[in-house]
């Protein structure tokens, strides 16, 4: 299969009690090419940078993917420099849209381009599934409801906590990751999405290919190396 997975940032980040971070003026008043070579500055690879315990399952989601022989494009949207390959070196930085109003993230998404880029990413590229890993604040910076009504009809879409969105496309699927489910599965909600996407990786692993968005749910919500033949 061919996959796509859209991540967020986490405020989680590797070196963040070592080193200092870049801010905002920063970041916009420098390119991002000159700021991974500045000697003071800590820079990792994005899928390394970001230590949040979703981002980690996500990693361990895109291995298994991998491992299955599907071909996996992991990209996260950042608050401080928009959408960026998983490999695409970062350095380390400090800004977030949680601690922005619901106009100041539509002013960032803007300038950074947000929406464009993921349109672009998607229209160039036959993907068979796509992953929107995301909170409010970063579906809002998508533009997401826009986005899902380009997706074509052959692509699987799973969202996540987001039923009135996926009850008008027939292709896509909205998997509840809140409170209670995370509850219901032993986790923290912050793991929550990344488990899933991981369960549906090891379905993938076994040998499963989905054909509806039943299925899909099911992958992602039934961890196939706990779960009886019943099941299937």
């Known amino acids: 299969m061919q996959v796509l997975i859209v991540d967020q940032c986490s405020s989680d980040k590797k070196g963040k009690t070592r080193y200092e971070p870049v801010n905002t003026e920063t970041i ?9 070579q500045q000697d003071d500055v800590y820079v990792e690879p994005a899928d390394q ?3 949040g315990r979703q981002q980690q399952r996500i990693s361990d989601a895109v291995t298994r993917f991998e491992e299955a022989g599907d071909d996996v494009d992991r990209v996260f949207i950042s608050a401080g420099f928009g959408v960026v390959d998983a ?11 949680s601690d922005m109003t619901t106009a100041e993230v539509d002013e960032r998404a803007k300038q950074l381009e947000i929406y464009d880029d993921l349109r672009d990413r998607i229209s160039d590229n036959a993907y068979d599934i796509i992953f929107f890993a995301l909170g409010s604040d970063y579906y809002r910076s998508a533009q997401i409801d826009d986005l899902v009504s380009l997706i074509p009809e052959e692509t699987f879409i799973v969202l996540f906590n987001s039923e009135d969105l996926a009850t008008e496309y027939e292709n896509a699927v909205s998997v509840s990751a809140r409170t209670t489910d995370a509850k219901e599965y ?4 912050i793991a929550l999405k990344g488990e899933f996407i991981e369960n549906f990786a090891l379905h993938r692993e076994n040998g499963n290919t989905p054909t509806n968005v039943s299925e899909i749910e099911r992958y992602c919500t039934v961890d196939p190396n706990q779960s009886g033949l019943s099941d299937y």
């Open 28 to 36: 916009d008043s420098t390119p991002r090419t000159e700021l991974v």
């Open 49 to 51: 940078l970001y230590e």
């Open 87 to 97: 490999s695409e070196s970062l350095p380390l930085y400090d800004v977030t849209f």
């Open 186 to 189: 032993g986790t923290i909600v």
